[in-house]
T-cell receptor, first 110, second 115 residues
Framework: KNEVEQSPQNLTAQEGEFITINCSYS?????LHWLQQHPGGGIVSLFM???GKKKHGRLIATINIQEKHSSLHITASHPRDSAVYIC????????????FGKGTHLIIQP | NAGVTQTPKFQVLKTGQSMTLQCAQD?????MSWYRQDPGMGLRLIHY???????DQGEVPNGYNVSRSTTEDFPLRLLSAAPSQTSVYFC??????????????FGNGTRLTVT
């Protein structure tokens, strides 16, 4: 079973700061997902990536397959970015092959 | 498209009661799955299905039943609720492309409390 570690567990930053959340895993994967969960809300998929880098608005996700590591970056952070960010690794291309990290709780203060 | 729809959003049960959490998707996804989310833990898979008539157990299946009679619906049944089942439950769906990961779609969750 893949072991997924996210860091930091909790992060508080000021509006406008550049944010980095990290995810490391132990076994080779077919893809990695970054998910966002607002307080009391549902879970939204931000990125699915197998290599390289993806960008959507102020969010950037990178993955290094050789080092088994991914990062999620938020540029010009805003209070509405406050949420739990979850990393999930896909080892088998199906629901039973997913392993989730415990999440990073991000608070952006105005 | 409504995406993945879960009902109810909140539920309080007494120990021993039964209930069904509903999940429906309108994206014609083959894969559907149920997860529970507990404080300090990652999402854990309860049951999943790769298509109508096919279900399988995940990591924490005890105390839960599922069925998949249609592509759209994947209800989760608690036959005799226990306090240990207090949790937030998420339904998810995705396409099934063997060997190819596909994006995940989640419902808004059901917050269940068992007293």
């Amino acid at each position: 079973k893949n072991e997924v570690e996210q860091s930091p567990q909790n992060l508080t930053a000021q509006e406008g700061e550049f944010i980095t959340i990290n995810c490391s895993y132990s076994v080779g994967i077919s893809a990695l997902h970054w998910l966002q969960q607002h307080p009391g809300g549902g879970i939204v998929s931000l990125f699915m990536l197998s290599s390289g880098k993806k960008k959507h608005g102020r969010l950037i996700a990178t993955i290094n397959i050789q080092e088994k590591h991914s990062s999620l970056h938020i540029t010009a952070s805003h209070p509405r970015d406050s949420a739990v960010y979850i990393c999930a690794v896909d080892s088998g291309g199906g629901a039973d092959g997913l392993t989730f990290g415990k999440g990073t709780h991000l608070i952006i203060q105005p | 498209n409504a995406g993945v729809t879960q009902t109810p959003k909140f539920q309080v049960l007494k120990t021993g009661q039964s209930m069904t959490l509903q999940c429906a998707q309108d994206m014609n996804h083959e894969y559907m799955s149920w997860y529970r989310q507990d404080p300090g833990m990652g999402l854990r898979l309860i049951h999943y299905s790769v298509g109508a008539g096919i279900t399988d157990q995940g990591e924490v299946p005890n105390g839960y039943n599922v069925s998949r009679s249609t592509t759209e619906d994947f209800p989760l049944r608690l036959l005799s609720a226990a306090p240990s089942q207090t949790s937030v439950y998420f339904c998810a769906s995705s396409y099934h492309r063997p060997g190819l990961p596909t994006p995940l779609h989640f419902g808004n969750g059901t917050r269940l409390t068992v007293t």
